[in-house]
């Protein structure tokens, strides 16, 4: 079965930095874009980055541009998500996400939380 496993959140300050992982497991996952989104309390989901099935090309919110990296490793069938600069506003539980075509994947979440 798919599983997506996340890990690297936590508590961190603001201008501080965390870098996510999330280990796919259960489909071919180089053909597999992949994504992440988060969600605050109260907001809608909202995609963070996503990056295609070579790596080759990526692209980000407009919240996060300049701050964050979606990277991938496909011999390693990881995806990470490289956050610098951390806001608070950046605090939500972040999702990691499989897709090809009309199948989607979920990670379980993870939390992030940006605070003095």
């Known amino acids: 079965q798919v599983q997506l496993v996340e890990s690297g959140g936590g508590f961190v300050q603001p201008t501080g930095s965390l870098r996510l992982s999330c280990v796919v497991s259960?489909?071919?996952?180089?053909?597999?874009?992949l994504n992440w989104f988060r969600q605050a309390p109260g907001k809608e989901r909202e995609l963070v980055a996503t990056i295609s099935r070579n790596g080759g090309s990526a692209d980000y919110g407009d919240s996060v541009k300049g701050r964050f990296t979606i990277s991938r490793d496909n011999a390693k069938n990881t995806v990470y998500l490289q956050m610098n600069s951390l806001k608070s506003e950046d605090t939500a539980v972040y999702y990691c996400?499989?897709?090809?075509?009309?199948?989607?994947?979920w990670g379980q979440g993870t939390q992030v939380t940006v605070s003095s």
């Open positions: 996400n499989a897709n090809y075509y009309t199948y989607n994947y």
């Open positions: 259960g489909l071919t996952f180089s053909i597999y874009t």
